[in-house]
């Protein structure tokens, strides 16, 4: 005799990318093709991107870590140098300095955007500060233009890890707009998605040409443009490089995926303000919202428990589970990782506080509201259980 099967709840996942029939026939088209390493789509890939977030040149790579350590590099950043960057990150912010030889410096952040400050970073200047790596978290964008007036007359850069940015504004403009590196994801879990791959966008001509060669094993002339050129053409090598390179089966992803960001942004919004409309009554609860002057793509929603909550988060997590729904701790506290064990440094308080009572919710462009009021019931009635009103 069989057991009848146990009843189970669909879970709500906290993210699915937004991927259809269109970008699997890009890639079909690719394949056809029979050039799928970097080649033409890599190139309109990432002409048409840098034009989106409002930078001159794109540098396509195989994902936004390898982008970070790119930009580091070929601002010179080497061993002995320390570059300022915030613990409330996902680690490949903090290990992308430590690829250089460099040394990370956590500074802590504001407890409204979850970003630095010059407020948070100042304190944390030394003379061997050789950089800022700023993070627009969860897509909240960070005032890059408040960091730059305190690092700019210091004569250290500020350069951006935008992973999580792509279709976030502030000032009006795009972030990436006027950045002096830029690094971006496109992660699954981001909005938009080639699967693994990234970006760095610059306005400098001569720092694109160099991460070119550097992402292709420093290479003189790139295979795709040897091949084009038909002759026989000998390519040099004049340093070190490193294979980053992104391939045209995920930029002809990445060109259909671009062309729905509007949409994928739009949407989130929309989702988002009514989260925020369910939690706004909810004593002491706080969550993402648009900082000052900026417009969030909300690429996470996360929601802080309020003071003196009884519980922990992750009880909290565990009863969502328990209704399907699957949401995550909120963004991490790198140097609470064993990786980062040995790091001194000054206390991190609100990287802790946001790190450790915070869930980021399901959020995706194909949400639907049936779901989405889901979310909301059930972690109300967690809370409500827990005292909270
Ligand atoms: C802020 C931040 N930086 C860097 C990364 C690394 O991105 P990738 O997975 O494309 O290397 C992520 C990914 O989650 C991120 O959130």
Known sequence: MTNPPI??????????????????TAAAEVVRSGW????????????????????STGVAVSSCTTGLHLMLHVLGVGP???????????????????????????ADVSPVTGN??????????????RAVMVVHQGGIPADVPALRALCGPRGIPVVE????????????????????LAAWS????????????GMVTTDDPEWAARM????????????????????????????????????????????????????????????????????????????????????????????????????????VLAAL???GVSARRGIMASHLESAYAEHPGGPLPVTELLSGRSLILPLYHDLSEPDQDRVIAGLLAVLSGAGVP
Not at 8 to 24: K, N
Not at 36 to 55: D, I, K, N, T, Y
Not at 116 to 129: D, F, K, Y
């Open 186 to 197: 496109f992660h699954p879990r981001k909005l938009l998605t080639t699967g693994e791959g």
């Open 80 to 106: 002995g140098d320390e570059v300022i960057v915030p613990s409330h990150s996902f680690i490949a912010t903090a290990n992308a300095v430590r690829y250089t030889g460099a040394f990370p410096v956590f």
């Open 212 to 315: 070119r060669r550097l992402r292709e094993h420093g290479m003189s002339v790139s295979a795709a443009d040897r091949h084009a050129a038909g002759g026989a053409v000998v390519e040099e090598y004049g340093e070190t490089g490193f294979n980053y390179r992104m391939t045209d089966l995920q930029a002809a992803i990445g060109l259909v995926q671009l062309r729905k960001l509007g949409a994928m942004v739009a949407r989130r919004r929309e989702l988002a303000a009514r989260y925020q409309a369910a939690l706004a009554g909810v004593a002491g609860v706080r969550f993402a919202q648009d900082p000052p002057g900026g417009t969030t793509n909300y690429q996470s929603f996360w929601v802080l428990l309020p003071d003196g909550y009884p519980g922990s988060r992750n009880d």
């Open 116 to 129: 630095l400050t010059p407020q948070t970073v100042e304190p944390v200047l030394s003379p061997r500060t």
């Open 7 to 24: 009843p189970t709840i669909p879970t709500i996942p906290v993210m699915r990318p937004w991927l259809g029939e269109e970008e699997a």
């Open 36 to 55: 799928v390493a970097q080649g033409p789509r890599v190139a309109e890939f990432e002409r048409l991107f840098a034009a989106q977030v409002g930078a």
């Open 161 to 180: 890890d935008a992973a999580c940015a792509a279709g976030a504004t502030f000032g009006g403009r795009p972030v990436g707009a006027g950045a002096l």
């Open 321 to 323: 589970v328990a209704r």
